[in-house]
């Protein structure tokens, strides 16, 4: 599939995904990319989510917060100022926002009512960097979120979750790598760091196993679980390797039709790197299809079922 424009931002759901540019355009599909709709934008796009469902989007942009219906593009609430991110929780009923605190350094997290848009709890953010760029990611625990604060010299993680009425704030130990993913239909999660593909309880966040990175001639990038036992580790150079999460063991590489890896001056003619490689972008899952995209506008949908042994 061809986008009509750039694709800045990929946010998956169950029922498929929204692909949005930098500014103004925001296209969702369904999970086998067939087009669905446009969402209009008004200015830079912070950040777009998908229900569950794929009825309702939340969209940030200049003029602030709006939960849309998707299929008429029409408004339910908005919330005018700036806000950081959001995510919806599990069942769709509610929104997650990460918006800026009155005090200078830091942010406000909230869950609002899907439905009207009514703050139902919120707790303050510390940000360890100042400056820092907030998102929202999908937490093990079905009542939390997790919060990635980053700055161009490191990153932190906080999981928040809801305990007897009210938001538990708490920073998860590691510092630096990419957001943790949860793993399907288990209590662990995956979590790249340093060079290494680490697997940890959620409980306690001790680490089960671990693999190196052991691909020399390329850097490594973000993991995407698959199922219970697979995943797909990404490197910088645009190749995919499907990696088995209980054995930590390395078990192909993956290529998507269309683009194989090849030197890097056929996807990229201004490179004058001499390694094999894609133009991959970015990925994510919707239902049973991992959405992918190349370059600046080109989607790709395959099955997991055709990426597993």
Known sequence: MELDHAGYLLRPAASGAAVAAVAQSITVVDAQLARRTALAAHGAVEDVALAPGGRHAAVIDEEGLRLLEVYRDNLRWRVVGKSHACHFDRSGDALWVVRPAAQPSGAR?????????????????????????????????????????????????????????????????????YPLEPIPESTDYLLVHEGA????????????????????????????????????????????????????????????EGRRPAPLREYVPASEDSRWGTDLQQFCVSGDHVILQYGDTTLASVAISELLP
């Open 109 to 177: 997290l909230e869950l609002r009512d899907a439905g009207n848009g009514a703050v139902r709890l919120r707790a303050n953010l510390e940000d360890p960097f100042g400056g820092s760029a907030f998102t929202l990611a999908p937490s093990p625990d079905p009542d939390g979120i997790l919060v990635w604060i980053a700055a161009e010299s490191d990153t932190r993680t906080v999981a928040a979750t809801i305990h007897q009425g009210a938001l538990d704030i708490r920073d998860l130990p590691h510092h630096g790598g």
């Open 197 to 256: 593909l680490e697997r940890r309880a959620w409980a306690d966040h001790a680490v089960a196993d671990a693999l190196d990175w052991p691909w020399i001639q390329e850097e490594d990038l973000a993991v995407l679980p698959l199922s219970s036992r697979y995943a797909l580790w990404a490197s910088r150079s645009g190749r995919l390797h499907l990696v088995d999460a209980v054995d930590m063991a390395y078990v192909e590489e993956v290529g998507v």
